[in-house]
């Protein structure tokens, strides 16, 4: 079992940043990857950024640039930096794990932009 805990959204202005945190436990040595996800406001859960077991990212492409996953391996932390925040980046932001052939989620974080 993974558990996951997002850490670090808020009300920000636009063009802000905000870096949020997604703290894992449990059999973290069996985690094969580690996903943002955001959901938006009456819209899908979207996939957001991944970093793997061996530190390779990747990105959404409408997101590359703005958005930096990394990861704190002493703290079983992963983190994602957001800058130059928009309006539109408004959602509840989840990580999720994989491990075990699973997906475990955390509870997700709100990011609020005003314009």
């Known amino acids: 079992q993974v558990q996951l805990v997002e850490s670090g959204g808020g009300l920000v202005q636009a063009g802000g940043s905000l870096r949020l945190s997604c703290a894992a436990s449990g059999s973290t040595i069996s985690i094969d990857y580690i996903r943002w996800y955001r959901q938006a406001p009456g819209k899908q859960r979207k996939f957001v950024a991944q970093?793997?077991?061996?530190?390779?990212?990747n990105y959404a492409d409408s997101l590359k640039g703005r958005f930096t996953i990394s990861r704190d391996n002493v703290e079983n932390t992963v983190y994602l930096q957001v800058n130059s925040l928009k309006p539109e980046d408004t959602a509840v932001y989840y990580c999720?794990?994989?491990?075990?052939?699973?997906?475990?989620w955390g509870q997700g974080t709100q990011v609020t932009v005003s314009s």
């Open positions: 999720a794990a994989g491990a075990f052939g699973s997906l475990y």
């Open positions: 970093i793997s077991r061996d530190g390779s990212t």
